[in-house]
């Protein structure tokens, strides 16, 4: 079982970027399928991102396609969030997850493991 930690987020103006990351410890990081979801007060928990154990599939939310770009460094232990022409509707507490998986989720559930989360907001 691997443990998360978030980080990189933070105040930025409409139109900027941020680059989030998430350090999990274990082993077996390389056999986990990553995600990143968010959670805006007072919305359920949306997908944001998710990517493959290799980082060879992606997938995204589609209110993030097209602007956002998720990578892992697998010797690092590392998935990573890249946010580009952010919104304030991009402002949530963003939350990486972990499974023991070669398939790809899209739903919250079917993930075991979470971070804390880290804090995004976007001033208009």
């Known amino acids: 079982q691997v443990q998360l930690v978030e980080s990189g987020g933070g105040l930025v103006q409409t139109g900027g970027s941020l680059r989030l990351s998430c350090a999990a410890s274990?082993?077996?990081?390389?056999?986990?399928?990553m995600a990143w979801f968010r959670q805006a007060p007072g919305k359920e928990r949306e997908l944001v991102a998710v990517?493959?154990?290799?980082?060879?599939?992606?997938d995204y939310g589609a209110s993030v396609k097209g602007r956002f770009t998720s990578s892992r460094d697998n010797a690092k232990n590392t998935v990573y969030l890249q946010m580009n022409s952010l919104k304030p509707e991009d402002t949530a507490v963003y939350y990486c997850?972990?499974?023991?998986?070669?398939?790809?989720?899209?739903?919250?559930?079917?993930?075991?493991?979470w971070g804390q989360g880290t804090q995004v907001t976007v001033s208009s």
């Open positions: 274990g082993r077996t990081f390389s056999s986990y399928v």
């Open positions: 990517i493959s154990w290799s980082g060879g599939a992606t």
């Open positions: 997850a972990a499974r023991n998986s070669v398939r790809v989720f899209r739903v919250e559930s079917q993930y075991s493991t």
